[in-house]
């Protein structure tokens, strides 16, 4: 497996790494089996959210007496510090751990960015957690190319990581994905085959890792197979070939 530094944070993930959306529609067992997985391979990056229902749960359990090996990442919709406090709060509890190594602010849109990041807003919240050494560092989602603009050009320093749609159909982050590495920001592909409209997902895996623009990628496990799967890419990425590249602009014209 290989690894990244992911920005500022310092933290070494591997470039092919979890995505936790598909863990709520499994079970415990199951998802003991994908973590299983997830540390043969060496994927270390673990990544969830206070929104995916029961996916917090699971894996916390299935971390029991391994989490110093995986890198936690998990994410809130809340929006005032008080509410945050919370989901913090629940989050260690959730996934069995004194600490998370990376707290997200989840899908802020541009309207909330000033909220969030002003006088008893959720950003408040977090500082408060990684002083408190409840969490290692703050990140960014977003789905609006906009959002994700201002983000990166006037909040480069109270962010460390974002995280936005990046795939052969949806490239419109691109360049604000380009700054965000200049400025030491790392950068996570989600929704890597498009939301499961990809069907060729080593070329999906291998254009995020060619773009130049993107640190980790977290396509979404929901069983041991698909664990196998990724892995599997992992180890066969390299440039794309011109009939590669024009497979993706027919992708891109027909899907887009």
């Known amino acids: 497996m290989n690894y990244v530094t992911l920005g500022k944070t310092g933290l070494k993930a591997a470039v092919v790494s979890f995505g936790g959306i598909p863990i709520q529609r499994a079970d415990g067992a199951n998802t003991k089996a994908v973590v299983d997985k997830l540390e043969e391979y060496g994927i270390n990056y673990i990544d969830t959210a206070r929104g995916y229902t029961v996916s917090e749960e699971y894996l916390g359990a299935a971390l029991e007496g391994r989490r110093d090996k995986?890198?936690?990442?998990?994410?809130?919709?809340?929006?005032?510090?008080a509410s945050m406090a919370a989901d913090v709060e629940t989050s260690l509890r959730n996934l069995r751990t004194g600490y998370i190594d990376l707290y997200q602010l989840h899908n802020l849109p541009e309207k909330d960015i000033e909220k969030v990041f002003g006088p008893g807003g959720a950003y408040e919240a977090l500082t408060a957690a990684r002083e408190a050494?409840?969490?290692?560092?703050?990140?960014?989602?977003?789905?609006?190319?906009?959002?994700l603009k201002i983000l990166v050009e006037d909040y480069a320093d109270r962010i460390e990581t974002v995280m936005f749609p990046?795939?052969?159909?949806?490239?419109?982050?691109?360049?604000?994905?380009?700054?965000?590495?200049?400025?030491?920001?790392?950068?996570?592909?989600?929704?890597?085959?498009?939301?499961?409209?990809l069907d060729d997902w080593e070329l999906a895996l291998r254009y995020i890792a060619a773009s130049g623009v993107i640190d980790i990628m977290i396509p979404g496990m929901g069983s041991p197979e698909e664990a196998d799967r990724n892995a599997e890419a992992a180890e066969h990425f390299s440039p794309l070939t011109q009939e590669e590249l024009s497979e993706c602009d027919r992708i891109r014209k027909e899907l887009g």
Do not use: C, W
Request: glycine fraction near 14%; avoid cysteine.
């Open 166 to 197: 990046y795939n052969i159909v949806e490239d419109q982050g691109r360049d604000v994905l380009a700054l965000a590495r200049e400025k030491g920001i790392g950068t996570i592909a989600m929704k890597p085959l498009a939301g499961g409209n």
């Open 70 to 81: 995986f890198i936690l990442a998990t994410k809130s919709m809340s929006r005032d510090a």
């Open 133 to 147: 050494g409840k969490i290692g560092h703050i990140g960014v989602t977003a789905h609006s190319a906009d959002a």
